[in-house]
């Protein structure tokens, strides 16, 4: 067991771990190298203050939102029966299919004075221009309705589970206590769930801090709209670099709330009786309201927008459908299908070095990568772009010395840049996905392996990659759909007239070219399907 915990694997952890690190950490020293710069003295003076009144305002309300849907709809499809609650169980989980920025485009033109709603209410009633007040969806609440409509399903997933796995025996000596159906919800089911709501809402409020296509469409200035701003239009890494640390501040400080404010208070389950209870029947006035209250985030959140954008694709049409489609699609699929590949390897063998090494350092390790994740995408593109621009410059240098021609920038003048900041991204992803699956292996079959000679590279080979087979593939997929959602760091990386769906998608509809951005973001949602597709399959198995 001794060279067990020697394995080669735990320096490939190291090595990627401190490459994870290493955007975080280059953000965070040029906010002290640099110093202060004049555009950073002028954007505190101006949007500072506004960028962080914003953020504040849309973590509130979608962390609010996210909650009163997610909870509410979980505690109707886990505890209670009535009709089309099959349906609601799996379909629920759809529209995080739907990216935010699609949504806010599909929206847009749904909601705007030439569109259909406002036309048929001027038919309908003869009304004129001035006559009547239509809310404007283009605002700070609008964006928090859009990331609402596509982020609840975290806290409906985490929330759903909860119920199902707390919810049979103390629900049943608290109604032996005399407790009504309501009074239980509050003082037993909730206080249980709450760790798995708390994590929903985090997940939620990480995701809204990380958009940039919402929150730029609708004119709504935020840290990630500011980063952006700073690198591109003001031309100063350094402002940039100090907008994404107090966006990162923002994230940190959201991870540490929930664990802070439950200080000592633990919420376990205590009782032994784990089987979800028989939904209760809901008569008929209360049965069409659950109805009600499970379809509209469903409708509102994904068969309307998708309507829509199925709608605008086969009516309008897209100019550019034809070659250019198919250009965009092979870059996005060329991207997401390198990074799933590449990010799903180093995923197997950061997890598989973790259990031969046993050691809490290679578990650590694991731990730093997965934090990832919760760094925005704008970010990681500044912490990326940064530190390997600079070595760019140097390999470029040295060359030209060598060879005598100057290159270019090789890895920024690429997509290898790219990849390195999707894999700095969403690896975490691909490891949960992993170490998940491969915790449920026996390490008695390790042991079986070592007996009849097998070293470490042939055990995995030969005994655990056939049993991951299904937990790699969703790995992938699940990587391969994030990037190609993936809208800031695309932007701000992408290669020279190197566009992808995701940023064709923006640019048409920033263009107010809605319907000839209708296919590309038809293909988004098409795509972020297919993962849904086997969770829902899994959601509408909990309860049996």
């Known amino acids: 067991m001794r060279a067990a915990n020697h394995s080669p694997l735990l320096a490939v952890a190291v090595l990627v771990a401190l490459l994870a690190a290493l955007p975080v950490a280059s953000v965070g020293l040029n906010i002290f190298v640099g110093g202060t710069s004049a555009t950073w003295s002028h954007l505190a003076q101006t949007v500072l203050p506004e960028y962080i009144v914003n953020s504040l305002?849309?973590?509130?309300?979608?962390?609010?939102?996210?909650?009163?849907?997610?909870?509410?709809?979980?505690?109707?499809?886990?505890?209670?029966?009535?009709?089309?609650?099959?349906?609601?169980?799996?379909?629920?989980?759809?529209?995080?299919?739907?990216?935010?920025?699609?949504?806010?485009?599909?929206?847009?033109?749904?909601?705007?004075?030439?569109?259909?709603?406002?036309?048929?209410?001027?038919?309908?009633?003869?009304?004129?221009?001035?006559?009547?007040?239509?809310?404007?969806?283009?605002?700070?609440?609008?964006?928090?309705?859009?990331f609402v409509c596509v982020l609840y399903p975290y806290v409906y997933l985490l929330a759903r589970a909860a119920f199902l796995e707390r919810a049979s025996g103390m629900l049943e000596a608290a109604r032996t206590l005399g407790m009504g159906p309501w009074r239980a919800f509050f003082a037993v089911s909730l206080p249980l769930s709450r760790p798995a709501i708390a994590a929903g809402i985090a997940l939620a409020l990480m995701e809204t801090l990380a958009d940039y296509g919402t929150v730029a469409y609708f004119a709504v200035n935020t840290f990630?709209?500011?980063?952006?701003?700073?690198?591109?239009?003001?031309?100063?890494?350094?402002?940039?670099?100090?907008?994404?640390?107090?966006?990162?501040?923002?994230?940190?400080?959201?991870?540490?709330?929930?664990?802070?404010?439950?200080?000592?208070?633990?919420?376990?389950?205590?009782?032994?009786?784990?089987?979800?209870?028989?939904?209760?029947?809901?008569?008929?006035?209360?049965?069409?309201?659950?109805?009600?209250?499970?379809?509209?985030?469903?409708?509102?959140?994904?068969?309307?927008?998708?309507?829509?954008?199925?709608?605008?694709?086969?009516?309008?049409?897209?100019?550019?459908?034809g070659a250019r489609f198919l250009t965009l699609s092979r870059n996005s699929f060329l991207l997401a299908g390198i990074t799933a590949g590449i990010g799903v390897l180093l995923a197997l063998l950061m997890a598989y070095g973790a259990r031969l090494s046993k050691s809490t350092l290679a578990s650590g390790l694991n731990r730093l990568v997965g934090l990832g994740y919760a760094v925005p995408g704008a970010v990681i593109a500044v912490g990326v772009l940064i530190p390997v621009t600079r070595f760019d410059t140097w390999l470029a240098g040295q060359w030209e010395q060598w060879f005598g021609s100057n290159p270019g920038l090789l890895l920024t003048g690429g997509i290898a840049a790219l990849i390195y900041a999707y894999?700095?991204?969403?690896?975490?992803?691909?490891?949960?996905?992993?170490?998940?699956?491969?915790?449920?292996?026996?390490?008695?079959?390790?042991?079986?392996?070592?007996?009849?000679?097998?070293?470490?590279?042939?055990?995995?080979?030969?005994?655990?990659?056939?049993?991951?087979?299904?937990?790699?593939?969703?790995?992938?997929?699940?990587?391969?759909?994030?990037?190609?959602?993936?809208?800031?760091?695309?932007?701000?990386?992408?290669?020279?007239?190197?566009?992808?769906?995701?940023?064709?998608?923006?640019?048409?509809?920033?263009?107010?070219?809605?319907?000839?951005?209708?296919?590309?973001?038809?293909?988004?949602?098409?795509?972020?399907?297919?993962?849904?597709?086997?969770?829902?399959?899994?959601?509408?198995?909990?309860?049996?």
């Open 423 to 544: 894999l700095v991204r969403f690896l975490a992803v691909a490891l949960h996905t992993v170490e998940s699956s491969l915790a449920k292996i026996t390490p008695n079959m390790d042991d079986a392996a070592r007996c009849l000679g097998l070293g470490q590279g042939e055990t995995l080979r030969r005994v655990h990659a056939p049993m991951l087979r299904g937990s790699l593939f969703t790995a992938g997929l699940l990587v391969f759909v994030d990037v190609m959602k993936e809208l800031p760091a695309t932007l701000v990386m992408r290669p020279f007239n190197f566009d992808t769906l995701a940023t064709q998608t923006y640019t048409l509809a920033s263009d107010e070219r809605l319907a000839e951005a209708s296919t590309a973001s038809l293909a988004i949602v098409v795509v972020g399907l297919l993962p849904l597709i086997a969770l829902s399959r899994q959601v509408s198995r909990a309860r049996k």
């Open 57 to 146: 305002l849309l973590c509130l309300g979608v962390g609010l939102g996210v909650a009163l849907v997610g909870v509410t709809t979980a505690w109707l499809t886990a505890m209670h029966d009535f009709p089309g609650r099959r349906i609601f169980e799996w379909a629920l989980v759809l529209p995080l299919a739907m990216p935010a920025y699609v949504m806010a485009y599909v929206y847009t033109d749904f909601l705007q004075f030439v569109g259909p709603v406002q036309s048929a209410l001027r038919e309908t009633f003869g009304w004129q221009h001035g006559d009547y007040w239509f809310p404007d969806i283009r605002t700070l609440p609008g964006a928090i309705l859009m």
């Open 224 to 321: 990630t709209t500011g980063i952006y701003r700073a690198w591109f239009s003001l031309g100063d890494r350094v402002a940039a670099a100090q907008l994404a640390a107090m966006l990162l501040s923002f994230v940190l400080f959201l991870l540490m709330v929930e664990r802070i404010s439950r200080g000592r208070a633990r919420y376990h389950n205590t009782t032994g009786r784990n089987r979800p209870l028989a939904g209760a029947r809901l008569g008929r006035p209360a049965a069409t309201l659950a109805v009600v209250v499970c379809a509209m985030p469903l409708v509102l959140g994904f068969v309307l927008p998708a309507a829509l954008l199925l709608k605008m694709a086969l009516t309008e049409g897209d100019a550019q459908f």
